[in-house]
């Protein structure tokens, strides 16, 4: 099994310009996560899914859109750049009921 | 809301000596608490939890936890560090009673083990 894995690993844009991360599990896990993670800050949740078809919004969510179309992938999109959102993301995916949270190995994206 | 607080920065411990990776914690109810080990250009691995009974719980590559409910914290131990161990560590609590598990990390600390 592959576990979660994420594309691209490295990516620089633009202020505006747009992009859509992909995470993608085999584990069969229903719960899905975005975090983002900034020197000082820890992991921060972005937005997170219970199941395919649905989305609710994390910690902090502006800026950032997402879509569950189906249960294996969970895409992040960011629709307009910005500097502040340079940064290590971070999806993860999990079981109901339980609480370990499995990561991918991050995408690191640079807003110039 | 609920919270943890992971006090240092960095730990230094030379190979072999035994490390304390400190963690303290504020909840409403019963705490669930993790610990995370993040390696360079990794992900977060699960190293162990504390749900319930013993206070000391056992995780993987021979790390341990002890949970203190009077002083409300949750270091993270291990009796001899190896070069390998160091990495990025971090503390978590899952946020809410029941339903949807969030978990709320730390800050990290980032333990170095000298040879």
């Known amino acids: 099994n592959a576990g979660v894995t994420q594309t691209p690993k490295f990516r620089v844009l633009k202020t505006g310009q747009s992009m859509t991360l992909l995470c993608a599990q085999d584990?069969?896990?229903?719960?899905m996560y975005w975090y983002r993670q900034d020197p000082g800050m820890g992991l921060r949740l972005i937005h997170y899914s219970v199941g395919e078809g649905t989305t609710a919004k994390g910690e902090v969510p502006d800026g950032y859109n997402v879509s569950r179309l189906k249960k294996q992938n969970f895409l992040l999109g960011l629709e307009s750049a910005a500097p502040s959102q340079t940064s290590v993301y971070f999806c993860a995916s999990s079981y109901p009921g339980q609480y370990e949270q499995y990561f991918g190995p991050g995408t690191r994206l640079t807003v110039t | 809301a609920q919270s943890v607080a992971q006090p240092e920065d960095q730990v230094n411990v030379a190979e072999g000596n035994p490390l304390t990776v400190k963690c303290t914690y504020s909840v409403s109810g019963n705490p669930y608490l993790f610990w995370y080990v993040q390696y360079p250009n990794r992900g977060l691995q699960f190293l162990l939890k504390?749900?319930?009974?013993?206070?000391l719980v056992k995780g993987s590559y021979g790390f341990e936890a002890e949970f203190n409910k009077s002083q409300t914290s949750f270091h993270l131990k291990k009796p001899s560090a190896l070069v390998s161990d160091s990495a990025l560590y971090f503390c978590?609590?899952?946020?809410?009673?029941?339903?949807?598990?969030?978990?709320?990390f730390g800050t990290g600390t980032r333990l170095l083990v000298s040879p």
């Open positions: 978590a609590v899952r946020d809410g009673y029941t339903g949807f598990q969030k978990l709320v």
């Open positions: 504390y749900i319930t009974g013993d206070n």
């Open positions: 584990m069969n896990h229903e719960y």
